[in-house]
């Protein structure tokens, strides 16, 4: 006998499953198929537990050993697959747990419910509750249970709202965390409300923050295996929320590290691809770098994006296509752009030339970070444009001297360009065509664009519905671009402007000790505004990061060599699941030394070759894109923190602060790439950019 059953799998199960032998996993893949045919049959044991304290749970059984943890439904036929583990520790997991939708949110719910209340410690018996301004009609409001309202009126803290984490929905947890950090109730049940769906709440957005619902088996069958990341099944309703509907113009979203921005930017690509259906022209996602474009094209392919509906690359290469696609005709020549060294190269041609007291190093910057930021053609435009992040003055005089070493260097340069000038001359083409080249541009890692580059972004795609959606994180700004969405045309308003708060890669203490390392920070939010990072929040919780500090260069390399002997032979934790991390190239040559004398394999990120039996090493920058169960830091200490560069002595004290928040921001992207675990190790003092436990 056959049932037509509705299967639910919940993220708890898939939590379980993937912690479960291999043998183990294909027997439980094999006992779904009989569970679907017949949920209640005898032969799979289909039990109800007396001594559970939600009585709609129900063990089944996948082998000897093994349980699954199923809801049974009041009604229907929809099945609710929770957890799987050995039996005794199945049974104990499901002992005291609650399993229940709730209507107010639209969600389904998990959370502990042991025989006597926990016991919350506080400071004083004269603690004032952290929610005492909220009704308990404001808690109901955001999902949390009845039974829990006592409960959470005893939270002090954060520190007590997290001891009481696994006796609180995941969801609920969350909003007061939001609460606690300031975010105002009205917000966050405006977005539980977003999350809501009236016609068939079970498969609301805030249902399916939890919830994976099986449509047939080789869908089911293609989960399980792995091929899917847990993402890709469970949308966060802000998330969900964000890539799956209309907007009347340009979206940008912002968010900390690990908080799925690259994921939502994936998602918006499958929506306006589904939405729009025949295309005359690609939708274009780039990024900044090589590599994570790489990334983007291998993933999308797993969103059933055909060719041609999608065009994909990073802006370095974007700029170049266009510049000399034969359909535009812009330049009568192939064209390409002149490094920085042989822009240097070319100022010192001008300056003999036209000799000016300014040097080839302020002329560089000076034209690079204000003229062509600015997009200034004359010496008229240059005398009223904002200076804005440069630290010296310079009057109306200097300025005309300026601007004679600058025509001079446009006479040197004989029809070469520079990244930027290709950008500002594709930009006034683009602007001026009715037809433009894409349908829709999403962009990810938007921090690290120029205005130049955005400004050529604007160009390339009509001011229409659903135009622009730029995604980045303002912290994560390693190349200090000064980068001002107005200012590049692209206009973002009210509720267009959105951020991520939900970190997914990373446990809660590598999380607090990245942001402590850009606390105090002032961040431009590339809209004039200060950006923050409140409610910035992780899921998970493990180990501290840990900070140790060696006498000499051999005893920190027989540290971190302990350290991955240890952990490889342990056999959970692949080689390729690590990677060893530098400030420098010289650093990063260290470590690959260290390990050849250990005949340890290892692999350099930059490569862009993938190998599953070889430990990754990296200098900080190529780390950006990639994340890593566990990540070493090394070199950190009193004496390399900040790292002084050779020209370090002589930056000015404005340009100095602009340097240590760009290495401040840079180690936050490192100490975020860990996922589990994060060993930092130095040379002398510790630095005080580190927060021990």
């Known amino acids: ?11 708890s199960f898939f939590d379980s499953f993937s912690s479960l032998p291999r043998q183990i996993q294909k027997k439980t893949r094999e006992f779904l198929k009989k569970f679907k045919e017949n949920p209640t049959s005898s032969a799979i044991n289909y039990e109800k537990i007396s001594t559970f304290k939600d009585q709609t749970l129900r063990t089944v059984r996948v082998d000897d050993k093994y349980r699954a943890i199923v809801q049974a439904p009041d009604s229907g036929d929809g ?3 929770l957890w799987v583990d050995n039996h005794d520790q199945a049974m104990d997991w499901a002992k005291n747990k609650i399993f229940k939708w709730n209507q107010q949110i639209h969600g389904f719910q998990l959370f502990e419910q042991p025989d006597e209340s926990p016991q919350i410690a506080t400071k004083s018996a004269e603690a004032k509750s952290l929610f005492s301004g909220l009704a308990d009609i404001d808690l109901i409001s955001i999902g949390t249970p009845e039974q829990m309202i006592g409960l959470v009126r005893n939270i002090t803290s954060i520190e007590t709202l997290n001891s009481v984490k696994s006796n609180l929905p995941l969801d609920v947890f969350e909003y007061l965390f939001y609460l606690a950090e300031g975010i105002p109730l009205e917000e966050i049940l405006q977005d539980i409300e977003a999350g809501k769906e009236d016609k068939n709440p079970m498969q609301s957005n805030n249902a399916l923050r939890h919830t994976f619902i099986v449509t047939d088996d080789a869908q089911l069958e293609e989960v399980l295996n792995g091929s899917f990341a847990k993402w890709k099944l469970f949308l966060h309703p802000s998330q969900r929320s964000l890539a799956y509907r209309n907007y009347n113009g340009p979206v940008k979203v912002t968010g900390g590290a690990g908080t799925g921005k690259t994921v939502c930017a ?13 295309f005359d022209r690609p939708i274009l996602l780039t990024t900044y770098t090589k590599s994570l474009s790489q990334y983007l094209e291998e993933t999308i392919k797993e969103f059933g994006i055909q060719d041609g509906q999608i065009h994909i690359s990073n802006i370095d290469k974007l700029i170049l296509d266009l510049a000399n696609d034969p359909n535009y005709k812009i330049f ?56 804005v992040g440069r630290n010296s003055r310079i009057g109306r005089k200097d300025k005309r001297e300026i601007w004679d070493v600058v025509e001079e260097f446009q006479k040197q340069k004989a029809g070469n360009y520079s990244k930027l000038e290709l950008c500002n001359l594709l930009s006034q083409y683009f602007r001026k065509q009715k037809l433009k080249p894409y349908f829709a541009v999403i962009c990810d890692e938007i921090q690290d664009f120029s205005n130049p580059e955005l400004s050529l972004l604007r160009s390339v795609v009509e001011e229409k519905e659903n135009d622009m959606f730029l995604v980045g994180d303002p912290f994560q700004n390693i190349y200090m671009r000064s980068l001002n969405f107005a200012k590049s045309g692209v206009i973002v308003k009210g509720r267009r402007s959105r951020k991520l708060k939900i970190n997914y890669r990373t446990t809660e203490e590598i999380k607090l000790q990245a942001m402590n390392v850009v606390s105090g920070l002032l961040v431009d939010d590339f809209d004039g505004s200060q950006e923050n990072l409140k409610g910035y929040l992780s899921l998970m919780h493990g180990n501290q990061p840990s900070y140790s500090t060696f006498i000499n260069p051999e005893e920190e390399d027989n540290y971190i060599l302990a350290q991955l002997k240890q952990l490889l032979s342990s056999g959970s934790i692949l080689p390729n699941e690590m990677c060893i991390s530098a400030r420098t190239n010289i650093g990063l040559d260290d470590i690959k030394k260290t390990l050849n004398k250990a005949n340890i394999k290892y692999l350099d990120l930059s490569s862009n070759k993938q190998n599953t039996n070889a430990i990754n090493v990296s200098t900080f920058h190529n780390m950006k894109g990639h994340e890593f169960k566990i990540v070493f830091v090394k070199g950190m200490s009193t004496n390399t923190i900040p790292y002084r560069h050779t020209n370090y002595v002589n930056l000015s004290e404005n340009e100095r ?13 490192v100490f975020s790439r860990a996922i589990q675990t994060l060993i930092i190790t130095g040379i002398g003092g510790k630095s005080s950019w580190i927060k021990e436990a």
């Open 266 to 278: 994936l998602h918006r690509a499958k929506y306006l691809v589904d939405k729009a259906g025949i």
């Open 657 to 669: 602060k602009l340097y240590i928040q760009q290495e401040r921001s840079l180690y936050y992207v």
């Open 332 to 387: 009568n020549a192939k064209v390409g752009y002149f490094t920085a060294d042989q822009e240097k190269e070319i100022w010192n041609k001008s300056l003999e030339k036209q000799p000016s007291h300014f040097d080839v190093e302020f002329l560089f910057a000076e034209y690079n970070e204000i003229i062509l930021q600015q997009n200034i053609t004359s010496l008229e435009e240059y005398n009223t444009a904002s200076r």
């Open 1 to 11: 006998m056959t049932h037509n059953i509705q299967l639910f799998i919940h993220d």
């Open 79 to 81: 099945y609710h697959l």
